[in-house]
């Protein structure tokens, strides 16, 4: 079962840009998808974007345009650039990686947007 840490999380203006990572306890190269989830107070987790074995990536609408996935193998990480964000912006951000028959969560990273 693959270990999933986040960091980069914080409090940016609107406007402003983060990185997310996600640090595997793996090589991820094996894994189906990594993708990064989000939960707002009082809202369901939501899908922000997702990026197959094979590179490629899926957006939620809300950030197409504004945030890219990305892997770095080498570095068994996950990325997630968060440019032009909004205060909507602001949830607890989660790292996941489906594995087939088991998926795997990171412990969350929280993302605040200041208006």
């Known amino acids: 079962q693959v270990q999933l840490v986040e960091s980069g999380g914080g409090l940016v203006q609107a406007g402003g840009s983060l990185r997310l990572s996600c640090a595997a306890s793996?090589?991820?190269?094996?894994?189906?998808?990594m993708a990064w989830y989000r939960q707002a107070p009082g809202q369901q987790r939501e899908l922000v974007a997702a990026i197959t074995r094979d590179g490629t990536a899926n957006y939620a609408d809300s950030v197409k345009g504004r945030f890219t996935i990305s892997t770095d193998n080498a570095k068994n990480t996950v990325y997630l650039q968060m440019n032009s964000m909004k205060h909507e912006d602001t949830a607890v951000y989660y790292c996941?990686?489906?594995?087939?028959?088991?998926?795997?969560w990171g412990q969350g990273t929280q993302v605040t947007v200041s208006s």
């Open positions: 793996r090589n991820i190269f094996s894994i189906l998808v």
């Open positions: 996941f990686a489906d594995q087939g028959a088991q998926n795997a």
